[in-house]
């Protein structure tokens, strides 16, 4: 074998590899209703659930930034939850949107995971994170985020803000109205169900998910009985990682 074709045969081993296994950046996991991790619902269930989501986005004992909505019972992060979080070896960050966020709050890098949904206002059209650039490029350079709906009390604004986040991933918030989800069964075998699987998960109404791509994109993985979608996930290609293996496969090509 002289040396080209060593050169064609290790670069085409070389691609196939990465086909079989394209590189990822970060993750996301869309939650119809922010009630779920509140001090108004959350128990063992729900925050074994956060655990488990943590775990995904996060990967074991990873740093989470948990962004409350509003301090009220119904939009806070339980104690239930925050315990079970540090109890599972996270580091947890727990801070509410104000005026003075960016300030306190100028980057998502120190962190691997952030939850987040609106900030609770008159309308729910404000996103409780400085940026959507800021969180797409934490996302897809290998951050996690979790991302919530359900803050009321306008379904049609709230969607429209989160969606600026959400939709470029393959998925929305519906607009049309809350979902009319109080509780749901789990029947989904993904990860982020373990132990879960026959549980009832909480939750105080949302926005419900549609999928926007069937052949990729975020997946909706759980349903509620009335047919909506209440959970999906994605894990995100790393940038670049389609232009990388048509580059590598033309070199391929070239040394026949």
Same mark, same amino acid.
């Given at each position: 074998?002289?040396?080209? =074709?060593?050169?064609?045969?290790?670069?085409?081993?070389?691609?196939?590899? =990465?086909?079989?296994?394209? &590189?990822?950046?970060?993750?996301?996991?869309?939650?119809?209703?922010? $009630?779920?991790?509140?001090?108004?619902?959350?128990?063992? $269930?729900?925050?074994?659930?956060?655990?488990?989501?943590?775990?995904?986005?996060?990967?074991?004992?990873?740093?989470?930034?948990?962004?409350?909505?509003?301090?009220?019972?119904?939009?806070?992060?339980?104690?239930?939850?925050?315990?079970?979080?540090?109890?599972?070896? @996270?580091?947890?960050?727990?801070?509410?949107?104000?005026?003075?966020?960016?300030?306190?709050?100028?980057?998502?890098?120190? @962190?691997?995971?952030? @939850?987040?949904?609106?900030?609770?206002?008159?309308?729910?059209?404000?996103?409780?994170?400085?940026?959507?650039?800021?969180?797409?490029?934490?996302?897809? $350079? %290998?951050?996690?985020?979790?991302?919530?709906?359900?803050? %009321?009390?306008?379904? /049609?604004?709230?969607?429209?803000?989160?969606?600026?986040?959400?939709?470029?991933?393959? &998925?929305?918030?519906?607009?049309?109205?809350?979902?009319?989800?109080?509780?749901?069964?789990?029947?989904?075998?993904?990860?982020?169900?373990?132990?879960?699987?026959?549980? =009832?998960?909480?939750?105080?109404?949302?926005?419900?998910?549609?999928?926007?791509? /069937?052949?990729? *994109?975020?997946?909706?993985?759980?349903?509620?009985?009335?047919?909506?979608?209440?959970? /999906?996930?994605?894990?995100?290609?790393?940038? *670049? =990682?389609?232009?990388?293996?048509?580059?590598?496969?033309?070199?391929?090509?070239?040394?026949?």
């Amino acid at each position: 074998m002289n040396q080209a =074709t060593r050169a064609f045969s290790v670069c085409a081993a070389a691609t196939a590899a =990465t086909l079989a296994a394209p &590189a990822l950046a970060g993750r996301i996991v869309a939650s119809h209703d922010v $009630n779920t991790f509140s001090s108004s619902i959350a128990s063992r $269930n729900e925050a074994q659930l956060a655990v488990n989501i943590a775990s995904y986005l996060a990967g074991e004992g990873g740093d989470l930034l948990l962004i409350e909505s509003s301090p009220h019972e119904f939009r806070d992060y339980s104690d239930t939850v925050i315990d079970a979080l540090v109890g599972a070896g @996270f580091s947890v960050t727990v801070d509410i949107w104000s005026d003075g966020y960016a300030d306190r709050v100028p980057s998502l890098e120190s @962190f691997d995971a952030v @939850f987040f949904g609106v900030n609770y206002g008159i309308d729910g059209s404000e996103l409780a994170i400085p940026d959507v650039e800021q969180l797409h490029n934490f996302v897809d $350079n %290998g951050g996690g985020a979790y991302v919530f709906g359900g803050n %009321g009390p306008n379904a /049609a604004a709230e969607a429209e803000v989160l969606n600026e986040f959400l939709v470029p991933y393959g &998925a929305k918030f519906s607009a049309e109205s809350y979902d009319g989800v109080w509780d749901y069964e789990v029947d989904s075998d993904h990860e982020i169900f373990a132990g879960l699987q026959g549980s =009832t998960i909480n939750a105080g109404i949302g926005n419900g998910l549609i999928d926007l791509d /069937a052949s990729g *994109g975020l997946e909706i993985v759980q349903y509620a009985a009335n047919g909506s979608g209440v959970i /999906a996930t994605l894990d995100v290609p790393a940038p *670049g =990682t389609a232009a990388a293996l048509l580059g590598l496969a033309a070199f391929a090509r070239r040394r026949r």
